[in-house]
């Protein structure tokens, strides 16, 4: 595993305004800063630095030779503050509610100067990653050539805030917080089609229990083991807050004031961030824009075939990265 760097931001002031010291760690895989294009990728809810090699998390599409090429790019991915990944408990976020998503955008803004990052070849995340990609964008939009949301949206729909309520009163009232929020979240990010395709119905004859049920106890269970409650706390709410109009003018405008090409990537069974938002997306900017463009994945299995469709994520991914690139030794 790439080695986690930290960069201390002494006194950050949130978007709400309370100034607080940030300490934010990051992983650098593949070619040497300052020696080829980077790509930030943005990691969701659960998720963290950690996105290629043995254990990474999204290896199926970066790392040598696959379609985010560590021979070609230096791939940047910061965790998001407060999300536990270092290990130190005096870098988790207990005030969560002093946080919104654009927080965790500008701490990464702020990130990539002092790595003296001055523009992206590319952006990615899924999920929470996207939004904040977004977000990113939107506050700066020149920073990156491409961007490229996946399974994501640049704001949190009434559906997103209403799932994220449901999340937190279980993580403020269950005696087993993050074991039941997770129950509920795998099955929003998931579909029918997915649970009744795997389990037919069918029990444990250890257990008398359906195997549904001894699936969700078991992602309760691994979650619990794995994940600390303020993390959790604060990535609900940063999944609740995503917004790229707050405190600015219409959608249509900032979303047609970022300069990258944008490919937004759906999922045609994603009940968490539905695809029609995606087409009511292309709607706003492409009567003036034409560097947008759609994407969808085809699959039963919901929000989370963005980490299941490997195949088809991939052929999306390598048509828009490797056009643009000859390849140029770099320094790992």
Known sequence: MSKIQHID???????SGKTIPINLSYQLFGCALQSAPVVLVNHALTGNSNVTGSEGWWNALIGPNKPIDTNLFSVLAFNIPGNGFDGNPNHLIHNYKDFIARDIAELFLLGLKVLRVDQLFAVIGGSLGGGIAWEMAAINPKITKHLIPVASDWKSTDWIIANCLIQE?????????????RLHAMLCYRTPESIKNRFQRSQNSNSNLFNIESWLLHHGEKLQKR?????????????KTIDITTNRVGAAETLQSIEAEIHIIGIDSDLFFVSEENTETL???????????????????????FLIEYEQLNTIITGIFQPKLVHIACKV
């Open 9 to 15: 931001i002494p006194n950050y002031t949130t978007i």
């Open 283 to 305: 709607k706003l900017i492409q009567p003036n824009l034409s560097n947008v463009h759609y994407h969808e994945i085809s699959s039963i299995h919901g929000h989370d075939a």
């Open 227 to 239: 994940f600390q409650l303020p993390a959790y706390k604060l990535m609900n709410q940063l999944l």
């Open 169 to 181: 009163q279980f993580l403020l009232n269950s005696s087993q917080p993050l074991h039941d929020a």
